[in-house]
């Protein structure tokens, strides 16, 4: 069973910059994933922010970025602002039988 | 504007039926991908099915495989989930969401409705 892992919570001071990982319980991740990252805050829709590793979704702001990091898709928020205190998720593409596993999401705080 | 629209969600008993729908506008339907996320409550996304820009093509969580069935109408823009046999496990907000095959990723999302399995 393909697991997506993430870090179940991070914490950034505002200002600061934080990355964000995504990786698999076995292998390593690649372009070939499709990894893409969605924002959700409380009782709202994800909101897409990047997609095929590194693309920003139209409107995201460019203190956004993604990028694979040794074995591990990245998301980085640089000059972390309070309203980016969210639930990010990253998703990979598997392919196949399964076409989609999300990860279990972070929780950032920005304090 | 793109806009996606789900309805359908309530309150069903385990073992039941529910079908959902999802209503989209602002953009060429028939050219698209189509698929359902859904998120229990307090818990991560979770992807549940897909459907080709045709109908030809789906696919689907194991978790849901044989239970559920993603269908689509292009002449009315719609998309739609039969949930049945549904379970305590199937509570949940579900999402539609427009996929972009090219990259494989979901470009918009709904707002969801919620589907609470009970007795």
């Known amino acids: 069973q393909t697991v997506v892992t993430q870090e179940p919570s991070f914490s950034v001071s505002p200002g600061g910059t934080v990355t964000l990982t995504c990786g698999l319980s076995s292998g390593s991740v690649s372009a070939n994933y499709y990894p893409s990252w969605y924002q959700q805050t409380p009782g709202q829709a994800p909101r897409t922010l990047i997609y095929?590793?590194?693309t920003r979704s139209s409107g995201v702001p460019d203190r956004f970025s993604g990028s694979i990091l040794g074995n591990k898709a990245a998301l980085t928020i640089t000059g972390a602002q309070a309203d980016d205190e969210s639930h990010y998720y990253c998703?990979?593409?598997?392919?196949?039988?399964?076409?989609?596993?999300f990860g279990g999401g972070t929780k950032l705080t920005v304090l | 504007e793109v806009q996606l629209l789900e309805s359908g969600g309530g309150l069903v008993q385990p073992g039941g039926s529910l079908r959902l729908s999802c209503a989209v506008s602002g953009f060429t339907f028939s050219t698209y991908a189509m698929s359902w996320v859904r998120q229990a409550p307090g818990k991560g996304l979770e992807w549940v099915s897909v459907i080709s820009d045709s109908g030809a093509n789906t696919n689907y969580a194991d978790s849901v495989k044989g239970r559920f069935t993603i269908s689509r109408d292009n002449s009315k823009n719609t998309l739609s989930l039969q949930m049945n046999s549904l379970r305590a496990e199937d509570t949940a907000v579900y999402y539609c969401a427009k996929v972009l095959w090219r990259n494989r990723h979901f470009d918009y999302w709904g707002q969801g409705t919620l589907v609470t399995v009970s007795s």
């Open positions: 998703v990979l593409y598997m392919g196949g039988g399964i076409s989609w596993v």
């Open positions: 095929s590793t590194n």
